[in-house]
């Protein structure tokens, strides 16, 4: 009712269910700059000067006294410009949106006994996972969830991959390849008392075309890996050096972890993050209508041409905030709120 009444727009309704549904801290951060407003308002900046053009378009097409040589507004380029670049600079946001709304998976891996179930057990803050120094201990996959800086990943702790000759084990490790394959993230976790070893190599091998965080573990133990011979395997990575027992780097690597999800630092995340594909769409729509004014205005082609192009950019904003949403698509937007009796 209170869109009907237009007293909100139809981003501060979504909102309204983003509140509900919100996944980490990061997310009812999100949603509540939304209810309150923030998309709304920078959508409807974005139509208000698209509409400043257009008006002005208009009034040269309805007074002039040729067909198309009058010359462009002032700063109508310039305008459009900004308006394009604000749009891109929403649409940048779209990939932690998604991370955001969904979630993401990272997958904990390493051969066995290197500390995996350590790790998991320091990133949650709890004693998840059954830890001692028998390799193997871990034969089956553990899932938890964490929050990252606002993104809930997924961790599961896999079994350590060796050549065993336990059957359970063996189910195991198939186990772990299958989630590596399906993971957003992989957690490579090397022992830093150690040299790599065989099975560190053929991890090392097989995780190579995948996002990977490598982490040297046992940091509170004198260091032995050969640091050369790691850097030759992981030429455009760096290992972040950690341990999970006493806590050293953790910090570090929830930083990390999260960086490459997004590719930015935590404390640059934006207060607007577009987290509907409805509004992706729609402002990828809006981006191209602009182009193909932007062009048209460059090669001086007539204005109603720009203007075509101008009132398409306007439906597609219109779309977000509701001023031209069709009846189809508010019905599947409200249909997602469950009304108490």
Same mark, same amino acid.
């Given at each position: ?8 727009? !139809? ?68 305008? &459009? ?29 390493? *051969? ?21 120094? !028998? ?104 290992? &972040? ?68 192009? &101008? ?16 009846? =189809?698509?508010? =019905? *599947? ?9």
């Amino acid at each position: 009712r209170a869109f009907l009444n237009n007293r909100i727009d !139809l981003t501060q309704a979504e909102a309204l269910m983003g509140l509900m549904t919100a996944r980490t801290s990061r997310g009812l951060e999100i949603a509540h700059a939304q209810l309150q407003g923030a998309l709304g308002r920078r959508i409807e900046a974005f139509r208000q000067t698209l509409i400043e053009i257009l008006a002005t378009l208009e009034a040269a097409i309805d007074f002039s006294e040729d067909d198309g040589g009058h010359a462009p507004p002032d700063g109508a380029a310039a305008q &459009l410009r900004d308006v394009a670049d604000g749009i891109r600079e929403l649409l940048s946001t779209c990939k932690e949106g998604a991370m955001i709304r969904k979630g993401v998976s990272a997958v904990i891996i390493g *051969r066995a006994n290197v500390g995996k179930s350590s790790l998991l057990n320091r990133l949650l803050g709890e004693n998840r996972a059954i830890v001692t120094a !028998l390799p193997g201990t871990t034969r089956d996959f553990i899932e938890e969830s964490i929050d990252i800086h606002g993104i809930a990943v997924r961790l599961t702790d896999t079994a350590g991959l060796r050549n065993p000759d336990n059957i359970i084990e063996k189910e195991g490790i198939e186990r772990a390849w299958e989630k590596l394959s399906a993971a957003d993230l992989v957690i490579l976790v090397l022992d830093g008392s150690a040299p790599l070893t065989g099975e560190d190599h053929d991890i090392l091998e097989k995780t190579k075309s995948h996002n990977i965080v490598p982490v040297i573990n046992k940091a509170d133990l004198e260091h032995v890996l050969n640091d050369r011979e790691l850097q030759s395997w992981l030429p455009d990575v760096e290992p &972040l050096r950690i341990s999970a027992k006493t806590g050293f780097g953790i910090p570090a690597l929830k930083e990390n972890i999260y960086r490459r999800l997004t590719g930015e630092q935590a404390e640059q995340a934006a207060e607007i993050v577009i987290t509907h594909i409805r509004h992706k769409t729609a402002l990828e729509k809006t981006i191209g209508h602009l182009q193909q004014a932007q062009a048209s205005l460059a090669n001086a082609m007539s204005f109603e041409f720009i203007a075509f192009d &101008l009132r398409e950019a306007l439906d597609s904003l219109g779309e977000i905030v509701g001023v031209t949403t069709s009846e =189809d698509v508010l =019905d *599947r937007i409200f249909s997602t709120f469950c009304i108490g009796k």
